[in-house]
Nanobody, 124 residues
Framework: QVQLVESGGGMVQPGGSLTLSCAHSERTLDTFTVAWFRQTPGKEREFVTRITWTSQHTYYDDSVKGRFTISWDKAKNTVYLQMNNLKPEDAAVYYC?????????????????WGQGTQVTVSS
């Protein structure tokens, strides 16, 4: 399994921005997919966005499309999630997950490596 460490969470006002980081242990994750999920108390972990190592292809949930951007800095072994125009409903613990293969999946059960999560709070 790949070791993942998230960072960058915090508190921000509605309309503000945050950048989350997901550092991975392996130098290369060829044919891997990394995704961001989020979870609020009492709810299941839900898909936010994903990116593949090989093609850098990205995909976003409709709820964040146009506001969030996922990117992969291979030199730094880090996947970023730039979040703009944050809304109160974006508040959650954000997790990055990794899976082998580039087959598209928004299902959390497809990802077998997870970080510890980072809290994002959006409040005025």
């Amino acid at each position: 399994q790949v070791q993942l460490v998230e960072s960058g969470g915090g508190m921000v006002q509605p309309g503000g921005s945050l950048t989350l980081s997901c550092a991975h242990s392996e130098r290369t994750l060829d044919t891997f997919t990394v995704a961001w999920f989020r979870q609020t108390p009492g709810k299941e972990r839900e898909f936010v966005t994903r990116i593949t190592w090989t093609s850098q292809h990205t995909y976003y949930d409709d709820s964040v499309k146009g506001r969030f951007t996922i990117s992969w800095d291979k030199a730094k072994n880090t996947v970023y999630l730039q979040m703009n125009n944050l809304k109160p409903e974006d508040a959650a613990v954000y997790y990055c997950g990794a899976k082998y293969g580039v087959a598209a999946s928004d299902n959390r059960n497809s990802y077998n490596s997870w970080g510890q999560g980072t809290q994002v709070t959006v409040s005025s």
